[in-house]
């Protein structure tokens, strides 16, 4: 775990902090590389920077919380200059997914998501709920400050919110993931895992280019990932299927063409909700059910080897019956008193 003794030193601390916002700074760039202007504001189907924000709060703890701060005043000065508004816009970026790792640890949360309750947490908790702090005080402030129409309220809130969902739903997994693996990781089933790979790069760029709307595809190679490699299959899967969306959106192209803004906006965010959710509820279902079998069958297990103790000898002989004939060394009464 990262935290240990040099991390608590006041050296170690800065460049904790600096690495988080170094982090939070690049997924930004990143996840504006691809927007899309709603009502005049610019959004992004997927912000990974909220994703990065809980999983390093999850995995470094709450102290970690300056480098969000710093990480997110850098992607805003990095699109407009410093205004007092801003600070509001950094708040809430920063408070949303401190909320989210808080509600989380009340919850019980485990970051290998092993339980169907984990993934569920994940989702209303971390995603649903805590990112309504980020895009109501986002774009409450635009309003208030006459950068944004009354009117457009609620077609941009729910652009914001939605982009900042998804970046908790899908990037935030896959780095507890990536912190939980053991590495170098496992060999096994190496094949199966290659030609998923395989089918999956080929189908989902034909299912999201063309013309037809093909978008269902791609669900059955999340369930196949979620069947034989768990989380870190659909995960996976999700991602790679979320960013060609993404691209093809933006570009117009696809299944999104000759549709309005907010229609693509709609219909991308719908696609790409549903989808984690499929990968994220159905891989923790499927982790669940496994670890209950391995406790079952450990507990036969266990009992076998209990009842072949007891059969080969270990027991102490059975005690001989009044009736047998035996002799009995012991003196019998000879009359009664």
Request: charged content about 15%.
């Amino acid at each position: 775990m990262v935290g240990s003794e040099s991390l608590r030193r006041p050296g170690g601390y800065i460049v904790q902090v600096l690495a988080v916002a170094a982090c939070y700074y690049a997924a930004g760039r990143l996840g504006l590389l691809r927007e899309l202007s709603v009502d005049g504001a610019v959004v992004t189907p997927i912000y990974p920077p909220t994703g990065v924000a809980v999983a390093a709060l999850l995995i470094l703890g709450l102290r970690c919380w300056p480098g969000i701060a710093l990480g997110s005043l850098l992607v805003v000065l990095s699109l407009t200059s410093f205004r007092p508004d801003v600070l509001v816009i950094l708040f809430g970026s920063t408070a949303a997914p401190v909320c989210a790792a808080v509600l989380l640890r009340r919850a019980g949360f485990r970051s290998d998501l092993s339980r169907l309750r984990d993934g569920v947490a994940l989702v209303f908790l971390a995603a649903l709920a805590a990112m309504l702090i980020s895009s109501t005080l986002g774009v409450g402030v635009l309003v208030l400050t006459d950068r944004l129409a009354w009117h457009s309220f609620w077609s941009v809130w729910l652009a914001w919110w939605v982009g900042d969902a998804m970046g908790v739903l899908i990037v935030t997994p896959l780095l507890l993931l990536l912190h939980e693996a053991r590495w170098p990781p496992p060999l096994g089933r190496w094949k199966e895992a290659t030609s998923l790979a395989v089918i999956t790069c080929c189908l989902v760029p034909l299912a999201v280019y063309t013309s037809i709307s093909l978008l269902f595809l791609v669900y059955p190679l999340v369930i196949w990932a979620a069947l034989r490699f768990q989380l870190v299959g659909s995960v996976l899967c999700a991602l790679l299927t979320s960013v060609v969306a993404t691209v093809a959106a933006t570009d117009g192209a696809g299944s999104f063409s000759g549709l309005g803004r907010i229609e693509v906006m709609v219909k991308l965010q719908a696609f790409n909700g549903a989808l984690a959710l499929t990968a994220l509820l159905l891989s923790a279902v499927i982790i669940e059910q496994r670890n209950t079998r391995n406790s079952v069958e450990k507990a036969c297990q266990e009992l076998v080897e209990v009842l072949e103790h007891l059969t080969a000898g270990d027991a102490p002989p059975p005690r001989a019956h009044p009736d047998a004939d035996e002799t009995d060394d012991r003196p019998w009464p000879t009359g009664t008193s």
